[in-house]
């Protein structure tokens, strides 16, 4: 079993700064894609940003140049540290880490930006 606990998410005005982590535990052989996701209210969940084992980083046009994802393969913790925040950037953000070619996926965690 893999677990994944997110954390850091809340509330910031529209400007601000958040930082999300996401740490995996459990019965872990290799990850190899890490990433987050984003779900607001009554839309598809979207992909926000991933990063491979390599450390090769890919980004929803939307976030480039504000986000910024990475990771710690010691601590099997993936971060996403979101500057300039808009209240459009408003979801549940999930993270997701793909161990073999099985994907896992986080609780989500609560991120509201206000105007």
């Known amino acids: 079993q893999v677990q994944l606990v997110e954390s850091g998410g809340g509330l910031v005005q529209a400007g601000g700064s958040l930082r999300l982590s996401c740490a995996a535990s459990?019965?872990?052989?290799?990850?190899?894609?890490m990433g987050w996701y984003r779900q607001a209210p009554g839309k598809q969940r979207e992909l926000v940003a991933t990063?491979?084992?390599?450390?090769?980083?890919n980004y929803a046009d939307s976030v480039k140049g504000r986000f910024t994802i990475s990771r710690d393969n010691a601590k099997n913790t993936v971060y996403l540290q979101m500057n300039s925040l808009k209240p459009e950037d408003t979801a549940v953000y999930y993270c997701?880490?793909?161990?073999?070619?099985?994907?896992?996926w986080g609780q989500g965690t609560q991120v509201t930006v206000s105007s």
């Open positions: 997701k880490i793909v161990i073999m070619f099985t994907a896992y």
């Open positions: 990063i491979t084992n390599g450390d090769s980083t």
């Open positions: 459990g019965n872990i052989f290799r990850i190899n894609a």
